[in-house]
């Protein structure tokens, strides 16, 4: 008997006492492995994620999390040989388990970057501006996310096992929240063998992730309301779980993805034979064939103009022709298995169903030629392009053969075809090849309500694209109706997910220790040592310069006009900027102010200040005149050192008032500060430590 697939709860690997059931490779039908959940402490599970794993990802701030998963991913990269060589028993070809395995751990990488980048060095996110509830300016309001104190149960389809987990731990994981993985059965094997060198890194907090190989039987019982659960497959497994009694008595957090009847439209400007022509029949035997059609985002339905149904049908089946269906590990194998032969046989049935309506134009559903197998013990399908000229038809719209199946359907016009597009009742993604931009607008605001992710390709972007079956770590992956109605990925938007997000309301002060971010009418400290002069350790939110008066004078706008080429009519031309409603005569320039207000709060001797990298939220709120004075108030607003660096960045907060006490300019402004010199630190604690003992 083959090896039993293993859980890792509670800490530890857990074996099922039982023998389980037997998961079968999907090249030759032999015994890979068998898997089975018997004797998991499902409700155990649960608790020691919120109560070891929770504590421990709390203790860390979002970049150090994402530190940790940018070397997990670099970890897993340098090993992923082995799981290359497993994948192929999932009927994966090295393109297919490139799209799994490398894409999986390229999304651990892509969050880690994004925490790095938009996310503070903190456990706190805020979430738009401060809203002024007050006249007075003492009290205000300020939207947080923070961590929800729960576990995110992830419940995967067989079709990714590692890209299929990794994109829901890993913005769970930035978040804070542990994560419960429920990977597929029949492709189990491939991510337990992931999830084991996870562990053996030692790279997460014990507890962060667990592993329930096997049965999810009991496990939706025991979640309550700070816990959420993620789903993938299909759309009627999707219903089921959402009106599951703990779920709807929990109120907890459902996103369900779902296999969608995606199109594809060849646009109405479209003629045979040209590239665009070319790229859509390219990308509709790419998404056939790929992974063997078991793609959640693969090309159910091609819609064609009605004059171009022979030409595209014609030239899909001559590049489905060239498709060599066999073992992965076969060179020149070009499309491998399906994940089973249960699944093989499923498609069959799909395939008879949407054939009352339509006609198979490529392939056989009972016969294919194989390379280096047994088409009779694999579970290997042709590619089945089918094409149906029913306009009233309703099985293109209802029914998916999840395999390398996709059916041609004419169309009349742009309206037309979005309004076929939609019978589709919500689909993860649509993709449009157009050469015109106008076009492309009209049909894609159309099918914008219908679709979680809508990609227009043409000769221009044809390059780059990544394709239409691509989910990217930066988008939003998900759909509305038939695909499940949730969202997942979409860079930060799939971290905060998994936050509540809490209007807080109270004084200036109290939201500027809540947030870390200092807001106006906090408390503002004014010393001897200009804040230029402190490292990153020695500041502290609400240290302010208060620099000024400087009076500008014509002569300073007339040299900058000059120095910089602005002769903008305001700045240059007394006659037409007296007749501009808005100034009355000559003002300076908004940069002069800007510089002129670097010029009053720069302290210009080296120190621990290292580099101005930039300037945010700019306006300019008054026109400033000659022989106005200016005046500048600078104060540290937000300090975020980074993870192993010498020096972080520290936010100003910049307010440019002029003599009546006007506001005439705001901003903030960004800067590298370094860190406390270590030296230093340890000479200030024993200098501490003597003065203690004295």
Not at 80 to 107: N, W
Not at 161 to 187: C, D, N, R, T
Not at 537 to 556: C, H, K, N, Q, Y
Request: hydrophobic residues 40%; charged residues 20%.
């Amino acid at each position: 008997m083959s090896r039993m697939l293993q859980s890792y709860v509670q800490g530890g690997w857990h074996t099922a006492p039982d023998e389980g059931r037997p998961l079968l490779g999907a090249v030759d039908g032999r015994e890979i492995a068998r898997i089975s959940s018997t004797g998991v402490d499902v409700a155990g599970a649960i608790e020691y994620g919120r109560t070891v794993g929770g504590p421990a990802l709390a203790a860390m701030t979002f970049h150090e999390r994402a530190a940790a998963l940018k070397t997990l991913a670099l970890t897993l990269m340098a090993g992923k040989q082995e799981f290359y060589e497993l994948s192929a028993e999932t009927g994966a070809t090295a393109r297919d388990s490139g799209v799994d395995i490398d894409g999986g751990f390229g999304t651990l990488l892509s969050y880690a970057s994004k925490a790095r980048r938009e996310l503070p060095n903190d456990t706190v996110y805020l979430d738009g501006a401060l809203e002024k509830l007050g006249k007075k300016g003492t009290f205000a309001g300020q939207h947080v996310y923070t961590t929800r104190r729960g576990v995110a149960v992830q419940i995967n389809a067989f079709n990714f096992p590692v890209w299929g987990f990794l994109e829901k731990l890993a913005p769970a994981f930035v978040a804070g929240v542990p994560s419960i993985v429920k990977p597929a059965s029949p492709s189990a094997f491939l991510t337990e063998l992931v999830f084991r060198r996870i562990v053996e890194s030692g790279l997460l907090p014990e507890g962060s992730v667990q592993l329930l190989c096997g049965s999810a039987r009991g496990v939706l019982d025991h979640l309550g309301e700070q816990d959420s659960v993620a789903f993938t497959g299909s759309a009627d497994t999707a219903a089921m779980l959402r009106a599951h009694p703990g779920v709807v008595s929990g109120v907890v957090r459902f996103n369900g993805e779902a296999d969608s009847l995606n199109a594809s439209i060849l646009g109405p400007d479209v003629t045979a034979g040209s590239e665009e022509f070319e790229l859509y029949v390219e990308q509709l035997v790419t998404e056939m064939t790929v992974k063997a059609g078991q793609k959640c985002t693969a090309i159910r339905r091609a819609f064609v103009p009605e004059n171009l149904v022979d030409d595209v049908v014609d030239a899909a089946s001559r590049r489905l022709s060239e498709v060599v269906v066999g073992d992965p590990r076969v060179e020149g194998v070009t499309m491998g298995a399906l994940a089973s032969v249960d699944q093989r046989d499923e498609v069959r049935q799909s395939v008879r169903a949407l054939s009352a309506t339509a006609r198979i134009v490529y392939g056989d559903p009972d016969s294919v030629d194989v390379v280096g197998a047994d088409a009779a013990t694999g579970a290997f399908l042709s590619p089945i392009l089918l094409r149906c000229d029913d306009r009233d038809a309703t099985e293109p719209h209802d029914i998916e053969a999840f395999g390398p199946v996709s059916t041609v359907l004419g169309y009349r016009d742009a309206a037309d075809v979005v309004e076929l597009a939609a019978r589709g009742k919500g689909s993860l993604v649509a993709s449009l090849v157009t050469a015109d931009p106008v076009i492309a607008r009209e049909i894609v605001l159309g099918l914008a309500p219908y679709h979680g992710r809508v990609l227009v390709l043409d000769r221009t972007d044809a390059r780059e694209s990544t394709g239409h079956g691509s989910p990217l770590p930066v988008l939003v992956h998900g759909g509305p109706g038939r695909a499940g109605g949730g969202e997942e990925l979409g860079g930060i938007r799939g971290v905060l997910h998994h936050m509540q997000r809490t209007a807080i309301q109270g004084s200036p002060d109290v939201l500027t220790a809540v947030g870390r971010r200092w807001v106006p009418g906090a408390t503002r400290t004014e010393g001897d040592v200009h804040p230029f002069r402190k490292n990153l350790g020695e500041l502290t939110l609400g240290d302010t310069i208060v620099a000024g008066p400087r009076r500008v004078t014509r002569s300073d706008i007339d040299h900058f006009a000059e120095f910089t080429g602005d002769t903008f009519y305001a700045h240059t031309d007394p006659e037409a900027a007296a007749a501009n409603p808005l100034f009355g005569g000559i003002v300076a320039h908004g940069y002069l102010v800007v510089s002129l207000a670097a010029g009053l709060f720069v302290n210009p001797a080296p120190g621990p200040v290292l580099a101005n990298f930039g300037v945010d939220g700019l306006r300019f709120l008054t026109p400033v005149a000659a022989e106005d004075e200016l005046t500048v108030t600078l104060t540290a607003k937000q300090i975020t050192p980074r993870t192993n660096a010498d020096y972080g960045e520290v936010r100003w907060d910049a307010t440019v008032t002029n003599q009546k006490g006007e506001a005439v300019a705001e901003y903030d402004v960004l800067t590298l500060v370094a860190k406390p010199d270590e030296n230093e630190d340890a000479a200030a604690a024993d200098q501490q430590l003597v003065g203690a003992q004295r």
